[in-house]
RNA sequence: GCGGGUGUGGCGGAAUGGUAGACGCCGGGGACUUAAAAUCCCCUGUCCUCUGGACGUGUGGGUUCGAGUCCCACCACCCGCACCA
């Protein structure tokens, strides 16, 4: 017997020695074996390790373990997505430089890692701060420049009428600056682009390829994409000029009874420049934030103009208003309002008065039934219509398209939703976009010999706003075109733009490029990429546009990044709190001022009970975060490990719970005990525990390869269980050590050390996964349901592959099964071979 | 508002259209111990007339010999919405 504890104290910083001693983790690409790009969504630096991420690395961490046990040559990297705005902040708030707040971040989180024992290759650590990162990101975006990927335009952003700064959405809390409180405006600005849209068709069409990843990530994409067929016209207007408007429901025309503008288009401009109402109108559209969610719940509201638009098709003249939720940056900034099939245009309707018409209907004699309380967006027959009566949606479309490229007032016409990139960010801490500013050159690129252009570290953050804009001696340069006096751009780019090729630079990190194509060759496209599902659209979409952007260059040689996507779910925690009785705040308390039992809570400072809130996402608001430190301090790391895999699938949240970690816990001892029961001594064969072994083995891989971690655990619940209560045999000394391979991927301390101690030379983490004898699988025995009228009154065990007659027979033979028949007359009975037998009555 | 997802015991969940609740947590009972910790064993969806039976997978309908699984409608919650990363 042994009685010893497993001591994760003692045993883990002994284990991540010995593997950081032996280089275990360094992929070596010159390996003959075959190649894993196994990769986890890098962190931002943001201080501490957040629960979620240890949760997406660990599986990452599982997969690169039992890839390398399977004979792959793993490159499992980890790096940092290290600029962003936090690190502005901490600047304001506490005076601290970002990159100096930033490095530090990033030595406490790596140190943490360590602490988790994950098979990482350090060798390859990157932070996209580090000009030797920046400077190769400005050199691919010079050469996206040079092949007519970049340009300029203006565009919206936040400004803080107060702070004199563009603000970011999330620094828009209703309307309003959050610092300053100010009201925020929309405010038009030059800014840097990047065509994603001349990609449009073929990131829609790559979806197709993508077949390892969520079918819901790739609709969401496609839907992000928008491609829509519609019709392209023009209306006439009453002072002689036109308006071009794009619908998607050419069919719906008869039904339009309004034209409505975005506040920013020329038109409404127009219009606004004689109209001080319209002007008016427009200057509150320029209030509130920008986001589209802002946009589209705020109520709508419009502005009539004193121009009327002619039907083409009527020939009557619609209103033409100027609307706050017509957007200039989708189709031509117009739209036409069909308040019966447009929710949008219903409601303008009943604000404004407006006629809503029926034109689409379940049938014909539909054309008088009026709309209830909401529009009717659907398919259907067309009413009310003319010549339309009676088509169907499609071909209405198709027949109103004809007619206006026919007569010319209109064309057929492929809308993308999608729009071009604008990577400009009016701050310090990002990639300085390599061009300046020449008044006789116009923006010339930097010359690629001059890069990287690296930030000042001389700068203040006491004043709002861009510390580079403010920044003379930085600031001004000279031309690189004809070297007279130009000024620097003073955007950086948007980190999206980081996170686009670092998988990249993973690969290979020479000092004079971006990347070294055969060692990309080697080892990209990555294998299993892992992340959040808040990154299914915007990451994933920037990312695959940027490698087609440089396959399009010759650059690489493949055009998806990630052959094969997992998004996984986030860590919640039960939430604690009491409200204040005057001001009726809530206040929330931290898990480790709580005492917790199995109804109630209380706050350990008082001893009086607290409201338990609902399980929610972690967040630092709630204060329901766990440290990752202070639980493997008290845990070990295999156990918290083993927490991150256990019961919640993994693309669904994951609930922490204390009860759940110590359960945990004694699992991790509760294997260490079977290290006692390993006697190579042990004599004779277990026939039933060989095959539970060999079983496990099959299952534990397959569950593993498809992601399923909480199925691979509950596995290997199941084997520790059959070895414990088996008598010692060969087969069950056999059993132990495989067990130790099979959780090896996923608690390799405990794995390292029980490896060990039974005698096996060498690590576990260079060993390979087991073997299995593919005759131990076939089973002999099947259980089968016997039902009467689909309800189960018995269970039969048969020779797997028994005949239908004999089941129908031996089902019928069954006192339970003839007690619920009682008699009545058998009209059918249906039998499934080795599942089951149904007697209908 | 629009797009995407999720919903099964007290809790996390399992279940190629075929035995609902595997496995784990919590809880209850017992063994061991001077005692405790640790460990081990048993029980644990609800209800009833309890050697059996009825009900039960967010709600309401439907298809089927058979539905957690497929179809329709609805409800609740979560994620994203282009300057958070």
Redesign the pocket.
Known sequence: MNDT?FDPSSADGRWQKAWDEAECFRADSASDRPKSYVLEMF??PSGRIHIGHVRNYTMGDVLARYKAMRGHEVLHPMGW?A????AENAAMEKGVHPGKWTRENIESMKAQLKRLGFALDWSRELATCEPEYYGHEQALFIDLFEAGLVYRKE?E??WDPVDQT???????IEGRGWRSGAEVEKRK?A?WFLK?TDFAEELLDGLESLDKWP???R??QE??I?KSRGLQLAFDLSDGGRVAVYSTRPDTIYGASFVAVAPDHPIAQAVAAKDPGAAAFIEECKRGG?????L??AEKKGYLTALTARHPLLGSELPLFIANFVLM??GTGAVMGVPGHD??DFDFARKYDLPILRVVGVSAADADRPLGTTAEPGEGVLVNSGPLDGMDVDSAKQWVIDRAEREGWGEGKTVW???????????YW?TPIPFVHCDACGVVPVRKADLPVTLPEDIDFATPGNPLARHESWKNTTCPKCGGAAVRET?TL???VD?SWYFLRFASQPADRPFEPEEVAKWLPVEQYIG????????LLYARFWTRALARLGMVEFTEPFASLFTQG?VTHETYFRREPDSGRMVYFAPEEIAR??KSAVLKEDGFPVSIG????MSKSKRNVVDPDTIIAQYGADAVRWFML????P?????W?E??I???A??V??VW?LVGEHDPAAQGEDADLARKTARSVHDVAETIEAL?F??A??KL??LV?AL??AAPSASRTRGIQTLFQLVAPMMPHLAEEAWHSIGQLGLIANAPWPEVDESLLVEDE????V?H?????D?LTVPKGASKETLEELALASD?VQ??IDGAEIR?V?V?PD??V?I?T
């Open positions: 504890r962190p931002y997505d600029f962003g705005m936090p565009s952003v936040n563009v603000l970011a959405n999330e620094q828009v600005l800014q994603i079918d819901k990530v609709l969401m839907n992000w928008g920008t986001t589209a969610a802002d589209e719940t940056d989708y929710q949008r939703r999608l729009r071009d990139w604008g990577v400009s960010r009016q701050r990002g955007d948007d980190t999206f996170s959040g599902i808040e990154h299914a659209i915007l990451h986030m039992d199995a609902r399980v929610v996402k256990s019961d919640s699938p693309e669904r949240d994951l609930p719970s009860s759940g110590e359960g945990c004694r699992f001892q509760r005990r399923h909480n199925k655990v509950a619940y199941e269980g414990e209560k099947v259980t089968i349901a039902q009228r689909g309800k189960l009154r269970t339970k007690r619920s059918k249906i499934v599942r089951l149904n209908v």
